[in-house]
């Protein structure tokens, strides 16, 4: 389920891009709908489980539709290098989809030993730990100097932000996917010098032809993705505070945590 609903006849609905939608309405008036026992959804937002998805991994359709945008917003069809700030769930999402789609290489930026962990296995070619160099230095190195030809920003944070200005060839494309909930300041004369393009990614709409969902859904039907995997922590309902609280803690090893309704799974 996407979490807005969408008009279908404004403007930006007409021409694709409803996530755009000039009269968009988020899911159970405006609550997002998180953990309550019924939800009124737009039929519109709504996308049938495949059978053989189980419910944990279909809970995975919408992080990873976020991903399959963020790529395609960074990437379009380039195969070159993409690198990835941030190996949380949607960094990590971006990393796997990035190679999924052909990215030649991919480099991913964690903070945490256990998301360099992950991003490796996930298909990351290079991980990149802050460390005393930086994560400037280490693209640089890693791409002969050639730096990236993409970046995904997942983090928000100005560190985040400052490595994907300066991790991007002249003329790449830098695609925000953070929550940015606060002004973040940024060197922008490498963007200017380098005609480089920064751009945000809003939810999910259409990639090309296809939805996003649509893409995520294809990806866990064909198994080309075990979005399963990411998932370090399931709780009960009735434990949602630990839920909340191993979710916070991202340096205490956990990515994707997850809540169920142990009356119904
Ligand atoms: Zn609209």
Redesign the pocket.
């Known amino acids: 389920m996407e979490w807005f609903a ?5 403007r ?2 007409r021409t694709g891009a ?1 996530n755009l ?3 968009i309405e988020r899911t159970s008036g405006g609550s997002h709908s998180g953990f309550a026992e019924y939800v009124v959804a737009h039929v519109s937002s709504l996308f049938k489980v495949p059978e053989g998805i189980s419910a944990s991994e279909a809970a995975m359709i919408e992080p990873l539709a976020v991903a399959v945008r963020a790529h395609g917003r960074a990437m379009g069809n380039a195969g070159g290098t993409l690198l990835v700030m941030g190996a949380g769930t949607i960094g990590l999402l971006v990393t796997a989809v990035g190679k999924i789609f052909g990215s030649a290489r991919v480099i991913t930026a964690a903070r945490y030993p256990h998301q360099a962990e992950r991003a490796a296995k996930w298909g990351a070619d290079a991980v990149v730990l802050p460390g005393k160099t930086g994560i400037e230095a280490r693209v640089w190195e890693l791409t002969a100097g050639a730096w990236a030809d993409a970046v995904v920003e997942t983090t928000a944070s100005a560190s985040g932000l400052a490595a994907a200005v300066a991790c991007v060839r002249p003329a790449g494309r830098v695609a925000l996917v953070g929550g940015f909930h606060k002004p973040r300041e940024v060197d922008l004369k490498r963007v200017v010098d380098n005609e480089i393009t920064l751009t945000g990614c809003l939810c999910y709409s259409y990639t090309g032809l296809q939805r996003d969902f649509d893409a995520a859904i294809d990806l866990i039907a064909s198994r080309r993705l075990d979005a399963g995997a990411l998932i370090t922590h399931r709780f009960p309902l009735t434990e949602i505070e630990k839920a909340l609280a191993a979710a916070a803690d991202k340096g205490g090893g956990s990515i994707k945590v997850q809540v169920y309704n142990s009356a119904v799974l």
């Open positions: 969408h008009s279908g006849s404004c930006f609905c409803y939608c000039e009269r």
